[in-house]
C-alpha cells in the first residue's frame, strides 16, 4: 500500500524538493523489509508511537505491542532511519512516577532526534471513557501529571531536547517540518478518510466514514 501510494504522489507532484517524509509507526512486528521498504521509498523520519513502557498498561489500552518489541525497533530501526521520534503520553492510567520516570530514561537511551509528549485525551464513547466514568479506572492526578511533565521538560533538556511546542521536544535542527507547519499556519493537503486541509485561509475535512468518503 505505501509502495502504491508514494508511486501515485510521485505522479502527481513534484517531491524533488520534499526534505522530510515522515511516518507514525506503531512498534512491533517489524521485519527488515519494512524498514528496507521505507528508506527505499524516501521515509527519513519515523514517528514512534512507545506511548509507555509498562506491558500491563499497554494491554489496557488496547496496544497489542510489549516493551520488548519497543525496545527491539529501536535497536533496529537506526541502520536504515537515524531520524527517530518517540511519542509518549502522559497521565496514563496504571503509571505511577516510578514506573514513568523508567519509561523516559528509556527512551533517552536511544539515538533520538526528536520527542513528542502528550496529555492523555480521554474521548467519549470509548473503553476509557466509560470505565473512568464507571469508576473502574482511575487516571492520575492533575498535580501528579503537572509535576511528571515539569520533570519529564527538564530531563529532556539535560539530554538535549529542546521545546520548540507544547508538546515537541528535538536536538537543534531536528524540529519537525510537518509539526512546525502548522504553527507557521502553512498551507498543507491531507488525502483520505478523515483527512484536514488548509489552503492558508480556508479549512477543510474529508467524511470519516468509509461509505459517506466513497459517495463523494
Same mark, same amino acid.
Given at each position: 500500500?505505501?509502495?502504491?501510494?508514494?508511486?501515485?504522489?510521485?505522479?502527481?507532484?513534484?517531491?524533488?524538493?520534499?526534505?522530510?517524509?515522515?511516518?507514525?509507526?506503531?512498534?512491533?512486528?517489524?521485519?527488515?523489509?519494512?524498514?528496507?521498504?521505507?528508506?527505499?521509498?524516501?521515509?527519513?523520519?519515523?514517528?514512534?508511537?512507545?506511548?509507555? #513502557?509498562?506491558?500491563? +498498561?499497554? /494491554?489496557?489500552?488496547?496496544?497489542?505491542?510489549?516493551? !520488548?518489541?519497543?525496545? &527491539?525497533?529501536? =535497536?533496529?530501526?537506526?541502520?536504515?532511519?537515524?531520524?527517530?521520534?518517540?511519542?509518549?503520553?502522559?497521565?496514563?492510567?496504571?503509571?505511577?512516577?516510578?514506573?514513568?520516570?523508567?519509561?523516559?530514561?528509556?527512551?533517552?537511551?536511544?539515538?533520538?532526534?526528536?520527542?513528542?509528549?502528550?496529555?492523555?485525551?480521554?474521548?467519549?464513547?470509548?473503553? #476509557?471513557?466509560?470505565? +473512568?466514568? /464507571?469508576?473502574?479506572?482511575?487516571?492520575?492526578?492533575? !498535580?501528579?501529571?503537572? &509535576?511528571?511533565? =515539569?520533570?519529564?521538560?527538564?530531563?529532556?533538556?539535560?539530554?538535549?531536547?529542546?521545546?520548540?511546542?507544547?508538546?515537541?521536544?528535538?536536538?537543534?535542527?531536528?524540529?519537525?517540518?510537518?509539526?512546525?507547519?502548522?504553527?507557521?499556519?502553512?498551507?498543507?493537503?491531507?488525502?483520505?478518510?478523515?483527512?484536514?486541509?488548509?489552503?492558508?485561509?480556508?479549512?477543510?475535512?474529508?467524511?470519516?466514514?468509509?461509505?459517506?468518503?466513497?459517495?463523494?
Amino acid at each position: 500500500l505505501l509502495k502504491e501510494l508514494f508511486s501515485l504522489l510521485r505522479a502527481t507532484f513534484d517531491l524533488s524538493g520534499v526534505e522530510e517524509v515522515s511516518l507514525e509507526v506503531n512498534p512491533g512486528g517489524q521485519t527488515t523489509e519494512h524498514f528496507e521498504v521505507w528508506s527505499a521509498l524516501g521515509i527519513n523520519r519515523l514517528s514512534v508511537g512507545v506511548q509507555v #513502557l509498562d506491558d500491563a +498498561v499497554l /494491554a489496557k489500552l488496547n496496544r497489542p505491542q510489549k516493551k !520488548e518489541e519497543v525496545i &527491539a525497533f529501536f =535497536e533496529q530501526a537506526p541502520r536504515y532511519i537515524t531520524n527517530l521520534s518517540a511519542d509518549c503520553i502522559i497521565g496514563l492510567p496504571g503509571v505511577d512516577e516510578s514506573c514513568w520516570q523508567e519509561t523516559v530514561e528509556t527512551t533517552l537511551s536511544w539515538p533520538l532526534k526528536h520527542a513528542s509528549l502528550y496529555f492523555l485525551t480521554i474521548h467519549e464513547n470509548t473503553p #476509557l471513557y466509560h470505565g +473512568v466514568k /464507571a469508576g473502574t479506572i482511575t487516571i492520575p492526578q492533575d !498535580e501528579l501529571i503537572l &509535576a511528571q511533565y =515539569e520533570w519529564t521538560v527538564g530531563r529532556y533538556a539535560q539530554a538535549g531536547l529542546l521545546q520548540y511546542e507544547i508538546s515537541n521536544f528535538s536536538l537543534p535542527g531536528f524540529e519537525s517540518k510537518h509539526n512546525r507547519g502548522y504553527w507557521n499556519r502553512a498551507a498543507y493537503y491531507g488525502f483520505g478518510i478523515g483527512a484536514a486541509s488548509f489552503d492558508g485561509t480556508y479549512r477543510c475535512v474529508n467524511k470519516k466514514k468509509l461509505t459517506g468518503y466513497l459517495k463523494h
